[in-house]
């Protein structure tokens, strides 16, 4: 089946998502963690290595205890996880509109606050996606197969035609897959500096930038 939509994630792979890192670290002190920038670097870094489960539960058992309010370390941290212009990468705008040249529907499967919005507007950006699905809006965090079920429902196709493109295995690429889509492993963001052969493996296809997808995509 040909392909007709490409998803893609919101923080790492469109924007920078060290906007996320701030606001998780400022969250974890302003509940009373004492941590320094190098100890949360380091523990965020095993995160991304690992690629298996909530960043947020695994920094927060770490830095405020294992009985940590994962859901309040959230709602403080999405106070700050907003993008601030020029957050949004620089190969996005173009990646976009050659996608859309090539005949691709485009949509976006996130999980964010749905304040996120407004930056994909005020970027110029968010005429570009026919469908828009982001976890606050649904009530549905990835990586819930529900999530993934309603994109592809919404936008009228069937999983076969779809592709995911995200910067998480745990989040994008293993549910996408489960739920009969494609999947493109994006190398920044959430993913790992130097990703292993297996790891690499799970994905139809890895690329380092937003440049690289259209390429990619022509080939299948």
Known sequence: MSLEVVFLDIGGVMYDDGVYRDALLAALRELGADVTDAAFGSAYDECRRLQDGSFKARLAARFLGPGADVD???????????????????????????????????????????????????????????????????????????????????????????????????????????????????????APDDPAEEQLAEADAAIADLAELPVVLERW
């Not at 026919?130 to 919404?154: C, M, T, Y």
């Open 72 to 190: 309040e370390v959230e709602r403080r941290a999405s106070r700050r996880w907003l993008y601030p212009p020029g957050s949004l990468e620089p190969d996005v705008a173009p990646s976009l509109e050659r996608l859309r040249v090539a005949g691709y529907r485009l949509g976006v499967i996130a999980n964010q606050p749905s304040v996120v919005r407004e930056a994909v507007e005020r970027d110029g950006i968010l005429p570009a996606f026919d469908v828009w699905v982001v976890s606050e809006d649904l009530g549905v965090d990835k990586p819930d197969p529900r999530i993934f079920a309603h994109a592809v429902a919404k936008a009228g196709a069937e999983p076969e035609a779809c592709v995911m493109v995200g910067d998480r295995l745990d989040y994008d690429v293993r549910p996408a897959r489960s739920a009969g889509m494609r999947a493109v492993w994006v190398l920044r963001g959430e």
